[in-house]
């Protein structure tokens, strides 16, 4: 039974948007960056997300799949890729292993939002399906980066076969950070569905083709490595690598939770896919959402999220 004060908890009302069946126009293939993308269509459910900061310590990467901690990163210039891979990346790793306890992290890649949910729609309605567009805008469609077949793949893309191989013997997972950048958040924050009341048949796999390499944010999210026919996730003909992503249907007995008014001294840590198979959270489902009355043509929310590897040695796979 949740406590008395995650019932009183303030919420946020809103719209998330969930996947649409097949059978009523959905897909089951899609390209991340391009027009299509941004023109697809999804199911609006009206919801209530909760403010969990008076109960933050209630919630961890175990229990719910997703953090909120404390850091102050010592970057100075999130506009410049050599510093984030210099000083955040090193910073990032020793707080994911502060975070999870795993031995190693190797991060994959890392993506910044600075454009507004309407400044990408308008890119997209002049360009053709398969065109790229250039604003990259908070994610608003209920999903998780990678399903739990396609968090396989995509460590196939990324690293060596023999390497990934070895890894998977003991227990890893995918895990992100996502902080605010240079500002604090006032709009589109970032919200996460509890594992606890996740019902996984809810789950709706769709197949992401991943730009070429240098095509956008999204052409850097994979290394794209190709591998002998036994570990072969790679290769969509030669246009394209691809891998699995969730997405999920609406059910009433989600709960949604974020955190109010985020600080670039503060930062999401949550989980894309975890191999144990002992109760704990495996994944946490997440989107971004409009707070009520928000101007979606006005300063955009901007944000830096990394995606990770994460490993632990002395832990069996499963």
Request: proline share 6%; with cysteine; aromatic share 10%.
């Amino acid at each position: 039974m949740p406590s008395i004060a995650e019932v009183s908890l303030p919420a946020e009302p809103t719209t998330l948007f969930y996947y649409l069946e097949q059978k009523d126009g959905g897909i089951i293939q899609t390209y991340p960056g391009t027009a299509f993308e941004k023109r697809r269509k999804h199911v609006p459910h009206e919801v209530g997300i909760k403010d969990l900061r008076p109960v933050r310590e209630d919630f961890n990467i175990n229990n719910a799949g997703f953090q909120l901690v404390d850091h102050k990163s010592a970057v100075k210039d999130f506009g410049d890729e050599d510093e984030i891979k210099n000083v955040w990346y090193p910073e990032v790793k020793e707080l994911m292993k502060k975070v999870s306890g795993a031995s190693e992290v190797h991060i994959v890649s890392h993506m910044c939002r600075r454009h507004t949910y309407a400044e990408a729609q308008d890119d997209a309605k002049v360009k053709d399906d398969t065109e790229f567009v250039t604003r990259n805008n908070p994610a608003r469609f209920v999903h998780v980066d990678q399903s739990y077949r396609g968090a396989e793949q995509i460590m196939f893309l990324n690293l060596p076969e023999e390497e990934a191989e070895k890894k998977m013997k003991k227990r890893w997972a995918i895990m992100n950070v996502w902080a605010p950048i240079d500002k604090p958040v006032k709009k589109d924050p970032l919200a996460f569905c509890d594992f606890r009341s996740v019902d996984e048949n809810d789950f709706r796999t769709v197949v992401a083709n991943l730009p070429p390499p240098g095509a956008g944010e999204y052409g850097n999210v994979s290394k794209n490595m190709s591998h002998k026919p036994r570990a072969e996730y790679s290769s969509n003909g030669d246009a394209a690598a691809r891998y699995e992503v969730t997405n999920m249907a609406y059910n009433p007995d989600q709960k949604w939770y974020y955190a109010s008014d985020m600080t670039p001294e503060e930062a999401w840590v949550f989980k894309i896919f975890d191999s144990k198979k002992d109760g704990r959270a495996k994944c946490a489902v997440h989107s971004s959402f409009p707070l009520k009355g928000q101007d979606d043509r006005s300063d955009p929310r901007t944000s830096i999220e990394i995606r990770c590897f994460v490993f632990w040695d002395d832990e069996e796979s499963e």
